[in-house]
Nanobody, 124 residues
Framework: QVQLVESGGGLVQPGGSLRLTCAAS????????VAWFRQAPGKEREGVSY????????WYTDSVKGRFTISRDNAKNTVSLQMNNLKPEDTGIYYC?????????????????WGQGTQVTVSS
């Protein structure tokens, strides 16, 4: 059974940093595309970043480019999202997701495995 568990969320002041980690069991993450999504109160869930193969550049939504970095730790079977210079608009529940086949991300529907989410609150 596949399980994804997010950790690292919390309350941080604007300009601060957090590092989210997605740990997997029942799935070897380096064979899969892994993404981070977020959902702010009253808004739809949006894709934040994803990481594919070692020769592919990670993808970031425009609002986090230059501030967030996604990375893998294959030895630990985890994917992390380093978030710097956080802004109030980054507030939301952050979810980790993985696809089934490690292929092309043609739509967000490729992500079949999801974690339960971790809350990130950016506020002074």
């Amino acid at each position: 059974q596949v399980q994804l568990v997010e950790s690292g969320g919390g309350l941080v002041q604007p300009g601060g940093s957090l590092r989210l980690t997605c740990a997997a069991s029942g799935l070897t993450l380096d064979y899969h595309v892994v993404a981070w999504f977020r959902q702010a109160p009253g808004k739809e869930r949006e894709g934040v970043s994803y990481i594919s193969g070692p020769d592919d550049d990670p993808w970031y939504t425009d609002s986090v480019k230059g501030r967030f970095t996604i990375s893998r730790d294959n030895a630990k079977n985890t994917v992390s999202l380093q978030m710097n210079n956080l802004k109030p608009e980054d507030t939301g529940i952050y979810y980790c997701a993985a696809d089934r086949s490690g292929g092309v991300v043609s739509s967000w529907a490729v992500f079949e495995f999801w974690g339960q989410g971790t809350q990130v609150t950016v506020s002074s």
